[in-house]
């Protein structure tokens, strides 16, 4: 027995060990993902353009990326929320009115989602498609 684990021990470089956590690392990004995902499901309405523009009128639009790119254009009617400020900005946001979030994809939109949520927000959509994707109005600062 002993002799078989050693030998096995000897088998494995130092490639191979590099293999595995390379594995479980990527393993852990993936798990995580889809951990980020359902738990979007779960508290979020994922909308499409259309579905988005149709209610944007009675809501709340977060943008939450970066000044630059508010600035560059926005969905009209936006007003930003960077993700790196939200902690600091949260209190601006209203329970009482649907809360429309967007980035540049979809991924901060969940991550903020998840946290408004947990602080009793219960009317939150996401932009599903985000802002890469966007066919409707959009604002350019000078």
């Not at 353009?49 to 009128?57: A, S």
């Not at 991924?107 to 966007?134: E, M």
Request: charged content about 25%; proline content about 1%; glycine content about 8%.
């Amino acid at each position: 027995m002993k002799g078989e684990s050693q030998m096995f021990l000897q088998a494995i470089s130092i490639w191979g060990i590099i293999d595995i956590i390379l594995i479980v690392v990527m393993l852990y990004i993936l798990g995580n993902q889809l951990y980020l995902w359902y738990q979007g499901r779960r508290v979020a309405h994922f909308l499409e353009n259309q579905e988005f523009r149709h209610g944007m009128h009675v809501a709340q639009i977060i943008d939450l990326r970066d000044k630059d790119n508010f600035d560059a254009g926005h969905i009209m009617g936006a007003r930003n929320v960077p993700y790196a400020q939200f902690k600091i900005m949260k209190e601006s946001i209203r329970k009482d009115m649907p809360v429309y979030l967007y980035d540049q994809g979809k991924s901060l939109s969940t991550r903020i989602a998840v946290r408004l949520h947990k602080d009793g927000y219960t009317d939150i959509y996401i932009l599903k498609n985000g802002f890469d994707k966007w066919d409707g109005r959009v604002k350019k600062r000078s």
